[in-house]
């Protein structure tokens, strides 16, 4: 394995990067496919300066494999539903291969009826959403997503947590640009940033969870012992939040943030629950000038003054870490190697 250090920063190909996680993965109970799909997400949202959904995430994996919680070897069963529907019994296992499963038949569907719907259930998704859209705007394709997760956010004006963080992620296509990708938490903060601020001492602002008694807090261990995450903007991000949970739950058959107990499952850290995607092509309407359209709109909000784009900064990362390879702290790589054995 090659790698860089300078200053306590490892930087390694994303090849290599991939395929050690996937090792890792299939080591501690994955099969093949499945330690793919989930090293490539994992090694992606690190390359991109996603750290709270890369590498941070493995050890997460290793303890939920080893609970006997999630299938790693599952194998996804595809159901041609109807002429823009494909749904996916993931089998207790994660949603990533149940996506991999269903996407060229979901393709298909997309390219014959201009539009298709992708319910994903039974499943486990423990990683970055936007992954899973960006690929389709790749293919000139218009893509949504939506997950739930464990219950950790107290909607606005109740008193306890119901929902999840319960991401939202958007892919479109670009002319002579990158695709205009954007993944979002529903709560104030993702989960795994209150993980890391944790970890590291850093104290957040007000705003973004409650401590055990309900109490507004800028301390996130006391937001994860016991406490809670906040939506954000209110009842907006509660609405969206709400909102959510019916598309990634209610219509595909997966479980609500709230119905799934872990507890007999020590070190389990992934969620069971579901995932919607929805895919688009543009070319049944607009032709190439959607491209062009959306080309149009990112000049005009830079005309406007807005300084970053959306998913910006994750394409820098991903353009350095080309050049340069994918950053890590030494300490990390440590661990992993340490995980591999």
């Known amino acids: 394995m090659s790698a860089s250090s300078t200053s306590g920063t490892v930087r390694m190909p994303f090849a290599e990067l991939q395929t050690l996680l996937q090792a890792i993965l299939e080591q501690h109970g994955c099969s093949e496919p499945v330690a793919a799909a989930l090293a490539f997400n994992c090694a992606s949202a690190q390359r991109d300066g996603a750290h709270s959904h890369g590498v941070f995430r493995i050890p997460g994996y290793v303890s939920t494999l080893a609970s006997g919680w999630v299938d790693g070897k599952a194998v996804p069963a595809v159901t041609d539903?109807?002429?823009?529907?494909?749904?996916?019994d993931a089998g207790g296992g994660f949603a990533q291969p149940a996506l991999a499963a269903a996407r060229p038949l979901l393709l298909a569907k997309v390219r014959s009826a201009g539009i298709a719907v992708l319910a994903i259930h039974n499943s486990h998704h423990f990683a970055a959403l936007w992954p899973d859209v960006e690929p389709f705007a790749d293919e000139g394709l218009v893509a949504l997503s939506v997950v739930n997760s464990m219950t950790c956010v107290v909607p606005h004006g109740a008193r306890q947590p119901l929902f999840g963080t319960n991401p939202i992620a958007f892919?479109?296509?670009?002319?002579?640009?990158?695709?205009?990708?954007?993944?979002?938490a529903t709560?104030?903060?993702?989960?795994?940033?209150?993980?890391?601020?944790a970890r590291e001492g850093r104290?957040?602002?007000?705003?973004?969870?409650?401590?055990?008694?309900?109490?507004?807090?800028?301390?996130?261990?006391?937001?994860?012992?016991?406490?809670?995450?906040?939506?954000?903007?209110?009842?907006?991000?509660?609405?969206?939040?709400?909102m959510v949970e019916l598309l990634a739950a209610a219509l595909t058959g997966g479980n609500f943030s709230w119905e799934f107990d872990w507890s007999a499952h020590p070190g389990a850290k992934t969620p069971w629950t579901g995932q919607l995607l929805i895919v688009i092509d543009p070319s049944k309407a607009e032709g190439e000038r959607f491209a062009q359209r959306s080309r149009h709109l990112l000049e005009q909000m830079q005309a406007a003054g807005l300084s970053r784009m959306p998913g910006e900064r994750r394409y820098r990362e991903r353009a350095t870490a080309e050049r340069e390879g994918v950053a890590l702290s030494e300490t990390e790589l440590q661990g992993l190697r340490q995980l591999l054995g």
């Open 81 to 88: 539903v109807a002429s823009g529907y494909v749904r996916v």
């Open 171 to 184: 892919a479109a296509p670009c002319a002579e640009h990158d695709p205009i990708v954007f993944d979002m």
């Open 187 to 197: 709560s104030a903060m993702a989960h795994g940033d209150i993980q890391i601020a």
């Open 203 to 242: 104290q957040l602002p007000l705003g973004m969870g409650v401590d055990a008694k309900g109490q507004p807090t800028s301390d996130p261990q006391a937001i994860l012992d016991g406490g809670a995450l906040l939506p954000f903007g209110d009842h907006k991000g509660s609405a969206l939040s709400m």
